[in-house]
């Protein structure tokens, strides 16, 4: 699995999940690529990475 989280791609849109798994959450997670649902979901657009946030000013730097 991928550390990246993915988002669905218009805000608020639900994607349900197959075998009773809970709906794709709205403020994201990872994918398992190894999943062809998943895989598709990614590949058809209808979940896309999320941005990162950016860091403030000298946050992070020595």
């Known amino acids: ?3 990246d989280i993915y988002v669905p791609a218009k805000k608020g849109a639900r994607i ?3 075998g009773g798994q809970p709906d794709w959450p709205e ?4 994918v398992n690529f190894t999943s062809p649902f998943e895989n598709r979901l990614v ?6 990475l999320a941005k990162k946030p950016k860091k403030p000013d000298g946050e992070g730097e020595k």
Do not use: A, C, K, L
Not at 27 to 30: A, E, I
Not at 43 to 48: A, E, L, Q, W
């Open 1 to 3: 699995m991928s550390d």
């Open 43 to 48: 590949r058809d657009g209808t979940i896309v």
């Open 16 to 18: 349900p999940m197959p």
């Open 27 to 30: 403020d994201g997670r990872p």
